[in-house]
């Protein structure tokens, strides 16, 4: 009886929040040249309906139950589909296969466990000059380099502490799953943020192995790869410029590194416009170099919902298949593929 009671006491004090959202976005591609993945050269250009031209179109729900005392338990599901067919798409391919975490937050920080992102993503994404859009940006060149390793981490285990003195700190261990053998598909990051009025500083890592319960989803994130980030932001006002160092180095593979700068002026509170260069080479092989090149502009018909136009170019040297989007150009033939999207996309 008195635990009965207890635990309706808590029931009435404790406050939660359950919030669901979305984004649904699609464009209209065009590029002067697609791949022959056989022979490496061009096919020939393509006019296509693109899901996801600038934000991957996703569902999902975010939650919270405070327990007093500064500290509450946090959960989100997040869903990607592709708005071309309805399937799932933007993740890993599963019902929930961008987001999936239960954690607790605190004034000490933040505990997640479970489907989350890299901190070494998150500061990769930090300090990308076109924001990650799914058109001519980092994301591009992280996709063509490791897919989604390091993006969508399954069984994932994070704390992230809270910012002191400027300075915030995260680190991430993502288990294999592999009875037996520990290091089959275990992964792990770090990264470390300053921050100073207008001033951010972005330092991150990732080690990750092939293998693992990871290795057998849909679209499996076991790449096995070592990664180095740094870089940084600076906002005068409507004009913020960043400039970022990536390090990819994947076994048996490239080991490709990435300079990337741009800027980012928002001309009035409905329009903006964007640009960045994104240069990559191979540690392993000079002739194999990228330099990824582009702009984009949008305009905000409300609050929820903007139209937005992208161009931009790709220039592939050696073994190099860089891409210009995401979806339906992730790689393209040696030489260079220009292109562009104009789209919409709206927020719930």
Not at 91 to 101: M, P, T
Not at 213 to 221: D, E, G, L, N, R
Request: aromatic share 12%.
């Amino acid at each position: 009886m008195g635990a009965c009671a207890l635990g309706a006491a808590h029931s009435a004090h404790a406050q939660s929040s359950v919030t669901l959202y979305g984004i649904v976005d699609a464009s209209l591609l065009y590029t002067n040249k697609t791949l022959n993945t056989t022979t490496g050269q061009s096919t020939g250009h393509q006019y296509s309906f693109t899901d996801s031209g600038m934000s991957g179109s996703r569902f999902g729900m975010r939650g919270a139950e405070d327990f007093g005392g500064g500290m509450r338990a946090i959960f989100q599901l997040e869903s990607g589909f592709s708005v071309a067919n309805g399937a799932f798409g933007n993740s890993n391919d599963n019902l929930f296969g961008r987001l999936a975490y239960v954690g607790v937050e605190s004034r000490f920080g933040t505990v997640k466990a479970g489907l989350q992102f890299s901190p070494f993503f998150l500061a990769v994404y930090d300090v990308d000059p076109r924001d990650m859009s799914y058109f001519g940006s980092g994301l591009v060149t992280y996709l063509n380099n490791v897919f989604v390793t390091g993006l969508f981490n399954p069984n994932g285990i994070s704390y992230t502490s809270p910012e002191i003195a400027g300075l915030q700190a995260s680190a991430l261990l993502a288990l294999g799953g592999a009875a037996g053998d520990f290091q089959a598909g275990r992964q792990y990051s770090a990264s470390l943020r300053y921050h100073l009025g207008p001033l951010t500083v972005d330092a991150a890592l990732y080690s990750g192995n092939a293998g693992g319960s990871a290795a057998s989803i849909p679209v499996p994130s076991v790449v096995e790869f070592n990664g180095r980030a740094l870089g940084a932001s600076y906002a005068f006002s409507d004009l913020t410029l960043k400039a970022s160092y990536v390090q990819y180095k994947v076994a048996g593979s490239f080991n490709s590194r990435v300079f990337s700068g741009g800027a980012s002026y928002r001309i009035t509170p409905a329009l903006n416009v964007d640009a960045g260069v994104w240069v990559t080479r191979d540690g392993n092989d000079s002739s194999n170099n990228s330099v990824l090149a582009s702009t984009g502009v949008t305009y905000a018909l409300s609050k929820a919902t903007i139209t937005y136009a992208q161009v931009g170019f790709v220039t592939n040297h050696g073994a190099m298949h860089n891409g210009l989007s995401v979806n339906n150009a992730l790689n393209l033939p040696t030489g260079t593929t220009a292109g562009a999207n104009v789209g919409v996309r709206h927020t719930f």
